[in-house]
């Protein structure tokens, strides 16, 4: 047949990966003096063969025949599934080998049932639910970025326990980059980079890639990895990529690949809120069955900002201490736990000063520094007046007496101002937002 005369052309002028991946999955259908009609597995094959191939088999077919028929590509029939002859009921396509997922260990707990939704992971959970679920409402590529600690890999992991209990048949992979890279190493090494390729762009309908900022300066597997995700994004498969460093920050990394990778959906996961904190403290506590009052919450809450897994060693000191000393937690054991976890509030008391935080709240309020130090006592003026002494004490180490005169009072007025405010944000998301909102202001001033 004329088809089986130019795959042996093919074979010649092109590398064998490369033939064996896209030439030899075609099949003829049908061969006319005017028209050779060969198929592709789908419609994204297709539009590959096309793209790349098309003008390389009319060459051919001008130098077998001097009046070639057209070449005509369409998407092969569905052959009718068949069972896995080991008894387990799986469907699997005829020809097709059986399927051999790479799915890295997972934690059990890691799941979306445990994870904790607040405003600074919302759209990260989402995006990642919908995928799991097949719903392209936010796409079918996602770049998720964040600090250590705050539930990437929850998140990532969550997607593959409910893509293993919801649709089984999935063709997934899950693995870090550095597992990726040495995979791909030990492959180059035995000669079988055809496998390799064909198991991530012929087989996966789901690729979770966990850490891709270390790649940074490894180009030929980034170059290999591109070429894996050209063609997945292109056939509309789900694909999720993790980072510890934005993308527009991840240095030695080429940027054909920059862009390829954040082609979809990019969004981060932020440091919990206070409310995301303490609904994270109040689970883990309740989970590890250790008693916590409402006033524990909240002090655990304040002070153990930033990463999960500082809230994780704190609830997991505490138990300890607590089932060592036979008592359930109090105040002083809190507080005792905390003591070892705060290194970065004693850090930042370092850094600010009084009069930087009076200057942040008078910008933020909109009052002046005048107003703060009149003896009005309009809401507008002592509310902010109030705040500004709450961080002070909280921040830096003034003594009360200090605080005062930085706002033209005396020492029982701040105290007055601090157990207020310390009030207020037990009790009212509006004022421990605005905390929290000054409190990351004050973070960038340093």
């Known amino acids: 047949m004329l088809w089986e005369t130019v795959k042996q052309t093919l074979s010649s002028a092109l590398p064998a990966s490369e ?34 191939y098309l003008k390389l088999i009319e060459a051919s ?73 097949a719903d392209l409402s936010f796409g079918s590529s996602l770049f998720l970025t964040s600090g250590t600690g705050l539930g990437k890999s929850h998140l ?16 997934l992979h899950y693995l870090t980059a550095q597992q990726f890279s040495a995979e791909m190493v030990k492959c180059i090494r035995e000669n079988s980079m055809e496998q390799f390729s064909g198991k991530f762009i012929q087989g996966c309908d789901l690729l979770l890639i966990e850490d891709v900022h270390t790649l940074s300066g490894k180009t030929k597997t980034q170059e290999e990895l591109n070429n894996i995700l050209d063609y997945l994004i292109k056939a509309g ?4 990529l993790t980072s510890a460093v934005a993308p527009r920050a991840l240095k030695g990394v080429d940027e054909d690949f920059r ?52 809230i994780e060693s704190a609830l997991l000191g505490l138990r300890a201490k607590a089932s060592l000393c036979n008592i359930q937690p109090d ?21 600010l000063s009084g009069e930087s935080i009076r200057e942040v709240v008078s910008s933020q309020f909109r009052v002046s520094v005048d107003e703060l130090l009149s003896r009005s006592r309009k ?20 003594s009360l007496s200090s605080i005062g005169s930085l706002y033209n009072r005396d020492h029982s007025t701040v105290l007055y101002a601090i157990k207020t405010v ?5 009790q009212k998301s509006s004022v421990r937002q605005q905390v929290e909102m000054l409190t990351d202001k004050l973070g960038g001033e340093q």
Not at 106 to 133: K, W
Not at 237 to 240: A, D, H, S
């Open 156 to 171: 990532t992991q969550a997607v593959v326990h409910q893509v293993m209990r919801s649709a089984p048949q999935t063709r």
């Open 422 to 426: 310390s009030r207020d944000i037990a």
């Open 379 to 398: 809401q507008t003026v002592s509310f902010p007046r109030q705040i500004g002494m709450y961080l002070t004490r909280k921040y830096t180490e003034e």
């Open 331 to 351: 105040t002083d054991m809190v507080r005792e736990v905390l003591e070892g976890l705060v290194s970065i509030e004693q850090e930042k008391s370092k850094r």
């Open 259 to 310: 862009s390829r990778m954040t082609s979809g959906l990019v969004t981060d996961i932020k440091a919990p809120e206070y409310s995301t904190r303490a609904a994270i403290i109040r689970s883990k506590a309740g989970a590890a069955s250790l008693p916590l009052g409402d006033e524990h919450i909240h002090l655990l809450a304040e002070h153990l900002q930033g990463d999960i897994r500082r």
């Open 19 to 52: 033939y064996s991946l896209w030439i030899t999955p075609i099949t003829c259908v049908r061969e006319t003096k005017q028209v050779l009609e060969i198929a592709c597995p789908d419609r994204f094959f297709c539009a590959w063969v096309r793209d790349r």
């Open 237 to 240: 498969k789900r694909v999720i």
């Open 61 to 133: 077919l001008s130098s077998l025949t001097g009046s070639p028929p057209a070449v005509s590509l369409t998407v092969a029939a569905t052959p009718a599934p068949q069972q896995e002859a080991n008894g387990s009921g799986q469907l699997r396509l005829p020809g097709m080998s059986k399927f051999k997922a790479t799915v890295r260990s997972l934690h059990p707990g890691y799941t979306f049932e445990q994870f904790m939704v607040g405003q600074s992971n919302l759209m990260a959970r989402a995006a990642c639910r919908a995928i799991a679920d």
